[in-house]
T-cell receptor, first 110, second 113 residues
């Protein structure tokens, strides 16, 4: 069966520090992968999606970037975090009928 | 771009009462999906609707897709405390190779004993 792993679960980082969040999928090949961000008590905002290795589409201009170095690995990065980057970051992969989300990373920038 | 709105934003009900959330898209959708997010958790897929006017049921939950494929609703009969959470609809437009969902604003349901 397919599983999606996301880590870390929580992260507290100072303003100006770098960020790297990793997501891996098991049990499927060449999945469509997505990074979403959810502000506290708000909806889900699509940040990046990828249909294959090295293929990244950005939805919202911002202080973040994404990479897909391997088929089932999706990485979200920042060189210098801003306070506004705080939020709940969710990785997901899509299948025929829906999305499966990882358990998410709660990022607090202080 | 595509926008998906949900109403109400919040709903408090007594246990045993019914609950409905409505979802409206600015554009016609190829399908609509519903997700539930428990407090502190991640969204979990509930169902997908594809056909115009489609109605699907999962136990006490009834999902409906509008005839024009621009709106949808989720109705919960006789709510229970386990229904607490935020319900999101998510619409899929025709955007090329990737299936990009646009999530609605969500309806947070609180069930009181």
């Amino acid at each position: 069966s397919q599983t999606i792993h996301q880590w870390p679960a929580t992260l507290v980082q100072p303003v100006g520090s770098p960020l790297s969040l990793e997501c891996t999928v098991e049990g499927t090949s060449n999945p469509n992968l997505y990074w979403y961000r959810q502000a506290a008590g708000r909806g889900l905002q699509l940040l990046f999606y990828s249909v294959g290795i090295g293929q990244i589409s950005s939805e919202v201009p911002q202080n973040l970037s994404a990479s897909r170095p391997q088929d089932r690995q999706f990485i979200l990065s920042s060189k210098k975090l801003l306070l506004s980057d705080s939020g709940f970051y969710l990785c997901a992969w899509s299948w025929e009928a829906g999305y499966t989300f990882g358990s998410g990373t709660r990022l607090t920038v202080v | 771009g595509q926008q998906v709105m949900q109403i109400p934003q919040y709903q408090h009900v007594q246990e045993g009462e019914d609950f409905t959330t409505y979802c409206n898209s600015s554009t016609t959708l190829s399908n609509i999906q519903w997700y539930k997010q428990r407090p502190g958790g991640h969204p979990v897929f509930l169902i997908q609707l594809v056909k115009s006017g489609e109605v699907k049921k999962q136990k006490r939950l009834t999902f409906q897709f509008g005839e024009a494929k621009k709106n949808s609703s989720l109705h919960i009969t006789a709510t229970q405390t386990t229904d607490v959470g935020t319900y999101f609809c998510a619409g899929l437009g025709n955007t090329g190779t990737a299936s990009k969902l646009t999530f609605g604003t969500g309806t947070r349901l609180q069930v009181m004993l």
